[in-house]
């Protein structure tokens, strides 16, 4: 499903038509280990599913690049060698297909050393140049002030893993999905995460973590905000307007 003109929904993934450009953000490598350390008992397929996702899209889009926008590891203050591992696997597999560009996002205050030994960089934004429209691409954990950014027209961003609470006569549940809508002159995407072990923060209810939409939300036009919801098989439904929905 298209969000934009020449920019389609594909599961928890964005991708460029036109340009062969395929974005996925928070996919939190490490993150089922660490929960699992906590105690609790889930099942560590998460990095599994994460690739076979990627191997299928690659395999029918055959994008030229890859764009990772932030948080592609999980904790925070180490690097765990379950985490090097991974982290490692998954880019050399995705280096063998596409260009990889890393944004960084919160969580990966130290992956360099990793990225370093694959020849990768790091950077806090990207920008593509479309036929009428200005991309820019940030993990959004920060509203950012450069001139790529206030000459951009489109921006999109991870960090909220938005979700949507849905109910069904008695049953509540709760799905990923894409925002869509107005942050000042700009239209802002809100992605949802590629790992499949939470659905993510249900916007209408929880508190929300980046500041474009703690500042969406205080000015009250959340409610014009637009939502693809991805089901269980990520195919994605378009819903509407949020204001109509969570009541
Ligand atoms: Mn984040």
Redesign the pocket.
């Known amino acids: 499903m298209e969000i934009i003109s020449g920019i389609n929904i594909i599961g928890p993934s964005l991708f460029f038509e036109k340009e062969k450009i395929l974005v996925i953000g ?1 996919v939190h490598i490490g993150q089922e280990n660490s929960i699992h350390k906590m105690g609790f008992n889930i099942p560590l397929n998460q990095f599994k599913l994460i690739n076979e996702f990627l191997e299928n899209v690659v395999e029918e889009l055959k994008p030229k690049t890859i764009i990772i926008n ?2 592609l590891k999980h904790d925070f203050g180490k690097i765990t060698n379950d985490e090097w591992d991974k982290i490692t696997l998954f880019l050399k597999n995705l280096k063998k297909y596409s260009k990889v560009i890393i944004i960084g ?3 990966d205050k130290i992956l360099e050393p990793i990225i370093d030994k694959l020849d990768l960089q790091m950077s806090s934004y990207h920008k593509i140049v479309l036929e009428n429209d200005f991309v820019y691409i940030t ?3 920060i509203i950012p002030h450069d001139l790529d950014y206030v000459t951009s027209n489109i921006i999109i961003i ?2 909220e893993h938005p979700a949507i609470k849905l109910k069904d006569n008695n049953r509540v549940e709760i799905f990923k999905s894409f925002l869509k809508g107005k942050y000042k002159d700009k239209t802002l995407i809100v992605m949802p995460s590629l790992n499949p072990i939470s659905e993510g923060t249900d916007i209408l209810s929880q508190k929300l ?1 980046s500041p474009f939409l703690k500042e969406i939300k205080n000015n009250k036009t959340l409610g014009y905000f637009e939502a693809y919801i991805l089901d269980d098989k990520n195919k994605v439904y378009f819903f509407g307007k949020l204001k109509g929905l969570g009541d």
Do not use: E, I, R
């Open positions: 928070d932030g948080d996002g919160n969580h993990h959004g954990d991870g960090h973590l």
